[in-house]
Nanobody
Framework: QVQLVESGGGLVQPGGSLRLSCAAS????????VGWFRQAPGKEREGVSC???????YYADSVKGRFTISRDNANNTVFLQMNSLKPEDTAVYYC?????????????????????WGKGTLVTVSS
């Protein structure tokens, strides 16, 4: 019954902003590590960010300073605020629950460490 549903994707101009939402059910997001991943055309799926049950966060170097992960415990939702978007941010963005308890670089280095995935939401950054 675990489900993760992403929303908020769309077309945005370079330099613009977008906020993605990951609505979870079947578990509470403040009891697990939840991460964001993305997959661009022709590229491997890569980790973007994660947040742990205790609120520890991690960001990939490619998005550090531009993206912010956060959580709304009351609504059991994890967000990814994306600012200063670049064309290279274009990808399908996925949220996922981790098998493990820590949010570190290694947590999002391997998508196989996540046990449940959403279906993704497409973000297109183009003028």
């Amino acid at each position: 019954q675990v489900q993760l549903v992403e929303s908020g994707g769309g077309l945005v101009q370079p330099g613009g902003s977008l906020r993605l939402s990951c609505a979870a059910s079947g578990f509470t997001v403040n009891s697990y590590v939840v991460g964001w991943f993305r997959q661009a055309p022709g590229k491997e799926r890569e980790g973007v960010s994660c947040i742990s049950a205790s609120g520890v966060t991690y960001y990939a170097d490619s998005v550090k300073g531009r993206f912010t992960i956060s959580r709304d415990n009351a609504n059991n939702t994890v967000f990814l605020q994306m600012n200063s978007l670049k064309p290279e941010d274009t990808a399908v963005y996925y949220c996922a629950r981790s098998r493990y308890t820590h949010c570190r670089g290694y947590t999002i280095a391997a998508p196989g460490g996540m046990d449940f995935w959403g279906k993704g939401t497409l973000v297109t950054v183009s003028s």
